[in-house]
């Protein structure tokens, strides 16, 4: 599979060869789908509480007599039937979201995001990715000129100009390879890998 080498002003200067496995595999849809998914659910923490009928603050007296009044019978107030009254399954915090992916599902779904990029010519190839300054203006000025808009950049090893530069720009993420994550590979429309993490990559994913 060859994947474009831009070059600074973001024109393709060249070709580079990169593996088959990794970006010439064909389009899992299912398989995308349940990684996305499950790489999703796993992020999630249990923070929802909901009180169930022996925790609400309601009396156990019964409400009114059993018969006589016409309507239906009641025990207590704290009934999940009534307005205020306890939940039948209550969430808690200790809920558990988590899917499990197996690993070479997870590295198969990975590689089908990748090779889609690929042909759909929303990933290239640069050299080396950084910045001179931590200044936000300067990787601005730097995605600017070279026809770039909301970008993610992988690479192999995280420079500290760079990170800080982006840190105040929603529209581009930088990541190392090892953090590259399914979601954010098909969140943004245009993905930038450097040559070492091209190399990683292709040691990492296969």
Same mark, same amino acid.
């Given at each position: 599979?060859?994947?474009?080498?831009?070059?600074?002003?973001?024109?393709?200067?060249?070709?580079?060869?990169?593996? @088959?496995?990794? $970006?010439? %595999?064909? !389009?899992?849809?299912?398989?995308?789908?349940?990684?996305?998914?499950? !790489?999703?659910?796993?992020?999630?923490?249990?923070?929802?509480?909901?009180?169930?009928?022996?925790?609400?603050? =309601?009396?156990?007296?019964?409400? $009114?007599?059993?018969?006589?009044?016409?309507?239906?019978?009641? /025990?207590?107030?704290?009934?999940?039937?009534?307005?205020?009254? /306890? *939940?039948?399954?209550?969430?808690?915090?200790?809920?558990? $979201?988590?899917?499990? &992916?197996?690993? *070479?599902? !997870?590295?198969?779904?990975?590689?089908?995001?990748?090779?889609?990029?690929?042909?759909?010519?929303?990933?290239?190839?640069? @050299?080396?990715?950084?910045?001179?300054?931590? =200044?936000? %203006?300067?990787?601005?000025? #730097?995605? *600017?000129?070279?026809?770039?808009?909301?970008?993610?950049?992988?690479?192999?090893?995280? @420079?500290?100009?760079?990170?800080?530069?982006?840190?105040?720009?929603?529209?581009?993420?930088?990541?190392?390879?090892?953090?590259?994550?399914?979601?954010?590979?098909?969140? $943004?429309? =245009?993905?930038? &890998?450097? #040559?070492?993490?091209?190399? =990683?990559?292709?040691?990492?994913?296969?």
């Amino acid at each position: 599979m060859e994947l474009k080498l831009l070059n600074d002003q973001g024109q393709p200067a060249s070709t580079l060869q990169a593996s @088959d496995a990794l $970006f010439g %595999r064909e !389009y899992n849809e299912a398989l995308v789908h349940q990684v996305v998914t499950a !790489y999703l659910a796993n992020a999630r923490s249990g923070n929802r509480k909901q009180k169930g009928r022996s925790e609400v603050a =309601k009396s156990t007296r019964k409400p $009114f007599r059993q018969k006589g009044t016409g309507n239906a019978r009641a /025990g207590m107030a704290s009934s999940p039937l009534w307005r205020g009254g /306890g *939940k039948i399954f209550p969430n808690t915090p200790d809920e558990n $979201f988590s899917q499990k &992916v197996n690993r *070479k599902m !997870y590295r198969a779904g990975v590689a089908a995001i990748l090779s889609q990029l690929a042909r759909e010519d929303r990933l290239a190839v640069v @050299d080396s990715f950084s910045v001179e300054a931590p =200044k936000t %203006r300067l990787l601005s000025q #730097k995605l *600017k000129g070279m026809g770039l808009d909301s970008v993610l950049v992988i690479t192999d090893e995280m @420079d500290e100009n760079l990170f800080l530069s982006s840190r105040n720009l929603h529209q581009i993420l930088v990541l190392e390879v090892q953090e590259a994550d399914p979601v954010s590979l098909v969140r $943004f429309p =245009k993905v930038i &890998v450097t #040559k070492g993490a091209l190399a =990683k990559m292709e040691e990492v994913w296969q």
